[in-house]
């Protein structure tokens, strides 16, 4: 398996729309020992406070959220089209019933103290979270968002620096 090479962020050359809304990422947290990961398509990237950051959004009724609650760190993963089904797996099953790994075949590493990704990504963004807010629906500007949110399970934004990002070669 080819090893991931270090690269900077402004060097990145993906659609970052096309990356979230057509190939999706793993939003992945947690220790080497317990973890939990989920797909996700809804996020950005930008500039902020002076740093390359990651915006994120976790519902608090994903077994995400409580992980990525606990860790200081998360990893951002993308993969190529050939592990969509995997991908679809992750969002679909929880990881309180089911071993996201074993079912997809993923192989979980820690690319860095306080990490996990995947083997099989082609690009890694290694984030620090450095903030946090709930979405409050008062503050929808437009009232069709809410059909995004049937059971009022709004999502906690976290925004986290990309602290490193690693690609395969």
């Not at 995400?64 to 760190?73: D, L």
């Not at 809410?146 to 070669?169: A, Q, S, T």
Request: charged letters at 25%; a positive charge; glycine letters at 6%.
């Amino acid at each position: 398996m080819t090893e991931f090479k270090p690269s900077q962020v402004k060097s990145l050359s993906d659609n970052v729309f096309a990356l979230l809304d057509d190939d999706w990422m793993l939003i992945t947290a947690g220790s080497t020992k317990k973890w939990n990961t989920m797909t996700a398509s809804w996020g950005g990237f930008g500039i902020l406070w002076n740093k390359p950051v990651a915006f994120i959004f976790v519902r608090p009724t994903r077994h995400t959220y409580r992980f990525t609650e606990t860790a200081t760190r998360f990893t951002l993963s993308f993969f190529e089209r050939r592990w969509k089904k995997a991908l679809l797996l992750c969002g679909s099953k929880s990881g309180r019933d089911t071993d996201k790994a074993k079912a997809t075949g993923l192989t979980s590493f820690s690319p860095g103290p306080g990490l996990v990704s995947f083997r099989q990504a082609r690009m890694i963004l290694a984030c620090r979270k450095l903030y946090h807010s709930d979405l409050d629906p008062r503050r929808f500007l437009d009232p069709r968002i809410e059909r995004n949110y049937p059971k009022k399970d709004y999502h906690r934004m976290y925004v986290g620096e990309i602290v490193r990002c690693l690609r395969r070669p």
